[in-house]
């Protein structure tokens, strides 16, 4: 996930840029994105990462100076899991990406990427460059989509291995 949500310094200072409130990307956004690749994929097995402060104070919201901010706003971390998978995850707020926030799982039979929009898309390994959209995800609970996710994901295996049989 890239976006530019807090980039701009002139933003005041909230709980968000206090950790001891909570605030910072990890915990924030971060740990959701686990649970969802925990989901997918199994339990972590190891995890190495690290996590930076960009945006070093902010103005405080009644105009009278400049707080430090002590919560993370960009962070990066690798996961391994139980199953073999390994995972990398990059998220900001104060850097963006052209294509928007995005999750990407590949393996050795193709992608899946699900999309900004709560899209997602697939493709077989040879075909990366034509993914076709397996399920639109969007205003569905984070339980149904996952469940639309893995479902289009194993019949689309599925599909696979049968022609693969013949």
């Not at 968000?16 to 909570?22: E, F, K, L, T």
């Not at 960009?54 to 960009?74: F, I, M, S, W, Y």
């Not at 104060?94 to 900004?116: F, K, M, N, Q, Y």
């Not at 390994?125 to 989509?145: F, N």
Request: charged fraction near 25%; aromatic fraction near 6%.
């Amino acid at each position: 996930m890239m976006s530019t949500g807090r980039a701009d310094p002139s933003r005041p200072w909230n709980w968000w840029s206090d950790a001891s409130r909570g605030g910072g990307l990890l915990g924030a956004v971060g740990s959701h994105q686990i649970d969802l690749l925990r989901y997918w994929l199994g339990e972590v097995e190891a995890a190495a990462g690290t996590v930076e402060t960009c945006v070093k104070e902010r103005p405080l919201p009644d105009g009278t100076g400049h707080r430090a901010v002590t919560a993370d706003d960009a962070t990066a971390f690798s996961l391994r899991f139980a199953s073999g998978a390994v995972a990398t995850v990059v998220l900001s707020v104060v850097a963006s990406h052209p294509l928007g926030p995005r999750t990407e799982v590949w393996g050795e039979e193709g992608v899946l990427i699900l999309d900004e929009g709560e899209r997602l898309w697939g493709a077989r390994a040879r075909l990366y460059a034509g993914a076709d959209l397996i399920v639109e995800t969007s205003g569905r609970s984070p339980e149904e989509a996952a469940r639309e996710i893995l479902a289009a994901y194993t019949r689309s295996t599925s599909r696979s291995r049968e022609g693969s049989n013949s």
